[in-house]
């Protein structure tokens, strides 16, 4: 017997050796790729982890003072270099807050100083002296400069003759324009104050007051007597009473939070927070929370810009407070027989006066109004009807509020995907069956790669088509295209049928189906957008999308669906239809020789088997579309809403980012608040794909021990 010798090419060693070689490469690119997943993961985390950081007081210099009498006003500049005080003399000085020697006193006022009131941004103060006459001061900074005392009315008084006065108020209206109001025993008497003209004078029927406040713009008086608190509309022409509040207890402090809309009303049972709800009769005062732990019968102190502000009791505690919270921030000493108190103009640093004695305080504060909570829960905002989840990052107006909440994105992001996943996952796997299963091997060789090809049509694409084109059409056919799915199901039950009835011949040749199935969809769908609407608007008049209550826009969910269930199809038609052809042969081949039909085996035993990875393909393909920036940028309104429905704009976390990121600055609250955006949207991504990795595991296993 002959023996042929077969020769090997290569040594098991060397083979060995490229094995491990490739082993160690595969496994250190995937520890790479993993590494490279918690590097992103982590410094997004770091990027995030300053918004919910708790306050911090740093205190600073403390000096003494040359006298120990209260000053009448005290306040601090933008860049916390300079404070400035006015003693009850009418004597202004300039104090460095680094410790430094204060500037030499300069005479203010010509007599004693017995009432005094500043503007919202404590740069324009109102001196009353002891006879009756008013001097308006002004602080202003030069750049790199140190501060100046100004007379924006004149270095003369104006002889009001207000004797007597227990209260004043001043709002800076325009630029030299004011408005003074005082509470004097004949009532309160309102000022307007205008750079080179007369003061005109208006008293407000009524009582005096016992309180008064301005806002900041000088259209708004409240005023307090007893338990009565009266809101006055201001103008030109004098004021006008808008509506009476009777409280239930007597306030033992009142003041206007930064920007002038909320309004705090402390008494025995603690602070209260009121603004303005629209409403059918207009705008109306109204108690909106009831700040926890918080001590009515503390002073209440308010930062000139933002929402915050603090309690100082008696024993010199001191308590931090912000309008979107109803708990406290956080607390700290500051001493007793503390008489003045002020927030710097960016709520970064306070001063506190004592007893003939400065201390200075820096404050870490930068985000006082995010929580974890805000950003998930309901808020209610000045002049919202209700609490709402409002994401609102910017607007012209220096009071504004920025708003924060990523429930309307999360909730656009996970509509947009799951009706794209409903659009694209019949079409894909309808077409991954027919193709695996049904279609002949050379049909397949050309339709597999073709629908693939799909797959590299760039998003921004489709994302234009949707917007441009698509959208502006499907407004004038929205009967017909909202009635086209159960037409199209009719069409194919009625094809399916009609095949069952063609003679036996028909069926010989693969594929011939299609040449029925196919003209059929076409009529149906043709007739259907022509048809129904041209129906739709002889018995109505008027198109569908016009008669909806709800309204419509004309970029929506509809559109965004469609668009990325398009976009979607090839992806999740190539992962089936792998999975599908994957499935050994001899199973489906045993299976028709055991007498089941073709659509039995398909069903009992093909999608069993390729279970799995048809499971793999819809999450995959669902994280893919939660991912999806262009096409819901360009072919939906980006409205950040919650309650829209399919015929409603939204915004995705994905297209927020895009779209605002560029507009952020850098190490902001708006900044970093788009990062955790990003940081949420990658926490979803990892748990699809997790999710679809188990579940392809799962029916792995259980598919397996059913061959066995």
């Keep these: 017997m002959i023996k042929h010798h077969i020769p090997v090419h290569y040594s098991d060693r060397r083979r060995a050796a490229w094995e491990r070689v490739t082993r160690a490469i595969v496994t250190a690119s995937a520890v790479s790729v993993l590494m490279v997943m918690m590097l992103l993961f982590f410094w997004l985390i770091w990027v995030v982890l300053p918004l919910f950081s708790s306050p911090a007081f740093h205190s600073g210099a403390h000096f003494s003072l040359w006298q120990p009498k209260p000053a009448v006003a005290i306040g601090m500049e933008h860049s916390l270099r300079w404070g400035w005080r006015i003693d009850q003399q009418g004597v202004g000085r300039f104090i460095p807050l680094n410790g430094e020697p204060s500037e030499p006193a300069f005479a203010l006022t010509s007599a004693p100083v017995v009432q005094s009131a500043m503007t919202a941004q404590r740069d324009d103060i109102a001196l009353l002296q002891q006879d009756g006459a008013l001097r308006l001061v002004s602080v202003t900074t030069p750049r790199e400069q140190s501060p100046i005392w100004g007379f924006p009315l004149g270095d003369n008084t104006l002889p009001l003759g207000l004797n007597a006065v227990t209260r004043m108020a001043l709002a800076k209206v325009a630029e030299r324009h004011w408005t003074l109001a005082a509470a004097t025993p004949q009532g309160i008497a309102l000022y307007q104050l205008v750079a080179g003209q007369p003061a005109k004078r208006f008293l407000l029927p009524g009582k005096t007051a016992q309180r008064l406040l301005l806002s900041p713009d000088g259209t708004t008086l409240y005023s307090q007597q007893d338990t009565q608190l009266q809101v006055w509309r201001l103008n030109a022409q004098g004021a006008s009473l808008r509506e009476t509040h009777t409280l239930p207890r007597a306030p033992t402090d009142m003041q206007l939070m930064g920007g002038g809309l909320t309004l705090l009303i402390a008494d025995e049972q603690g602070i209260t927070q009121w603004f303005d709800v629209p409403g059918e009769q207009g705008n109306r005062l109204t108690s909106i929370r009831t700040f926890q732990g918080a001590d009515g019968q503390a002073r209440l102190i308010a930062e000139p810009l933002r929402r915050v502000f603090a309690t100082l009791d008696q024993q010199g505690k001191l308590t931090l407070f912000t309008s979107k919270r109803e ?19 960016q709520g970064d640093g306070m001063l506190v006066e004592r007893a003939g004695r400065w201390q200075f305080y820096r404050i870490d504060n930068p985000w006082p109004d995010l929580s974890w909570r805000s950003l998930w829960e309901k808020v209610w905002y000045e002049n919202y009807p209700q609490a709402d989840w409002v994401w609102q990052s910017t607007a012209a107006s220096d009071n504004y509020q920025a708003k924060f909440s990523l429930v309307p994105m999360v909730t656009g992001t996970l509509k947009a995907a799951g009706l794209a996943l409903l659009f694209a996952t019949p079409l894909a796997l309808g077409a991954a069956i027919y193709t695996a299963w049904f279609m002949s091997p050379g049909l397949r060789r050309v339709v597999k790669p073709g629908i693939e090809m799909m797959g590299a049509l760039p998003s921004v694409i489709v ?12 407004e004038g056919v929205l009967a017909g295209v909202l009635l086209l799915p159960f037409m199209l199901a009719l069409t194919l039950i009625g094809c399916g049928w009609l095949n069952h009835r063609l003679p036996r011949r028909w069926h010989r040749r693969a ?4 040449l029925v199935v196919l003209p059929a969809i076409l009529l149906v769908s043709a007739l259907t957008l022509w048809l129904v609407p041209l129906l739709d608007n002889a018995l109505w008049g008027e198109p569908l999308a016009e008669r909806l209550t709800g309204g419509y826009e004309q970029r929506n969910l509809l559109i965004a669906g469609v668009a990325m269930g398009f976009a979607l199809v090839p992806l999740i038609f190539t992962l089936a239809e792998d999975a599908l052809f994957s499935v050994p042969s001899a199973l489906g081949q045993g299976s028709l020789a055991l007498g089941a039909t073709p659509w039995q085996t398909l069903l009992h035993v093909v999608l069993p088997g390729a279970s799995a990875g048809i499971a793999a393909a819809m999450m995959i393909g669902f994280g893919r579309a939660m991912g999806e920036t262009m096409i819901v940028l360009m072919a939906t309104g980006n409205t950040p809403v919650t309650e829209g429905g399919l015929l409603h704009g939204l915004r995705t976390l994905s297209a927020n980012v895009a779209i605002e990121m560029p507009e952020a600055a850098a190490g902001s609250a708006h900044f970093r608040v788009l990062f ?8 979803f991504t990892l748990i699809v794909n997790t999710l679809a990795e188990w579940v ?9 021990q059913g061959v066995q």
């Excluded at 594929?511 to 299609?514: D, I, K, N």
């Excluded at 392809?696 to 397996?704: A, F, S, T």
């Design 327 to 345: 708990g406290a921030l956080t607390h700290t000493s500051v001493g007793k027989a503390a008489s003045q108190l002020v927030f710097a103009p």
């Design 463 to 474: 994302g234009l088509i949707a917007g441009l084109w698509l959208a502006p059409r499907l």
């Design 511 to 514: 594929g011939r189906e299609m």
């Design 676 to 683: 955790l955006s990003a940081l949420v949207l990658l926490i």
């Design 696 to 704: 392809r595991q799962h029916l792995r296993r259980r598919y397996q």
